[in-house]
């Protein structure tokens, strides 16, 4: 059973569009949700995350949207860049767990 | 954050040999995690590395396939046993770094290493 269930499978934006990444889970015991951006050949990097107390965390383009209710956080990008064309990951964390649970993943595509 | 490295990057392997998969960590980590990434899909963890005990396997993944060391604290390595082509994929090393000190409430935050990317003919 796939425990987070992240949307699209993949996407295209025109450069200075906003990237919108959907993420659903079920499990009411996660409290962290970080959103890793992997570049092709190399690891995964952090990019962002954030805990159930606040529904909107923001770094510089890049924003998590958190809804607590429906079990849904969304990594929305705003004037998306080429440079920003890489394959994003959710994922969710149960509090004092190591587990991670990932997402499918979405490749995001940025036309110039 | 913590700077991880892993060696091999890549490596082409025969059928029915091992590889073992090299993880430094440039500070001290309690918690060190292997995955596996097949070709454009998810990460999926294989166990969980200790310090001074024994790792923590997931389901469908077992010691004898997959041993792991964890002789200190800013290194480990993966091996894989027994090679078939369907262990061709991406191996991550990851390690578990607390977050900033300046957070109000502090989560442990996992980085990835590079890869490895291995392929089993």
């Known amino acids: 059973q796939q425990q987070v269930k992240q949307s699209p499978q993949s996407l295209i934006v025109q450069k200075g569009g906003i990237s919108i990444i959907n993420c659903a889970y079920e499990?009411?015991?996660?409290?962290?949700f970080p959103w890793y951006q992997q570049f092709p050949g190399k690891g995964p990097a952090l990019l962002i995350a954030i805990r159930p107390d606040v529904s909107e965390k923001k770094e510089g383009r890049f924003t998590i949207s958190f809804n607590k209710s429906a079990k849904q956080f969304s990594l929305h990008i705003m004037d998306s860049q080429p440079g920003d064309s890489a394959t994003y990951f959710c994922?969710?964390?149960?509090?004092?767990?190591?587990?991670?649970?990932f997402g499918s993943g979405t490749k995001l595509n940025v036309k110039p | 954050s913590a700077v991880i490295s892993q060696k091999p990057s890549r490596d082409i392997c025969q059928r029915g040999t091992s590889l073992t998969i090299q993880c430094q960590v440039d500070?001290?980590?309690?918690?060190m995690f292997w995955y596996r990434q097949q070709p454009g899909q998810s990460l999926t963890l294989i166990a969980t590395a200790n310090q001074g005990s024994e790792a923590t396997y997931e389901s469908g993944f077992v010691i004898d396939k997959f041993p792991i060391s964890r002789p200190n604290l800013t290194f480990s390595t993966l091996t894989v046993s027994n090679m078939s082509p369907e262990d061709s994929s991406i191996y991550l090393c990851?390690?578990?770094?607390?977050?900033?000190?300046?957070?109000?409430?502090?989560?442990?935050?996992?980085?990835f290493g590079p890869g490895t990317r291995l392929t089993v003919l």
């Open positions: 994922a969710a964390r149960k509090y004092n767990f190591n587990k991670f649970y």
């Open positions: 499990n009411t015991a996660f409290d962290y």
């Open positions: 500070s001290q980590v309690t918690m």
């Open positions: 990851s390690v578990e770094y607390q977050g900033r000190p300046s957070r109000v409430l502090s989560y442990n935050e996992q980085f």
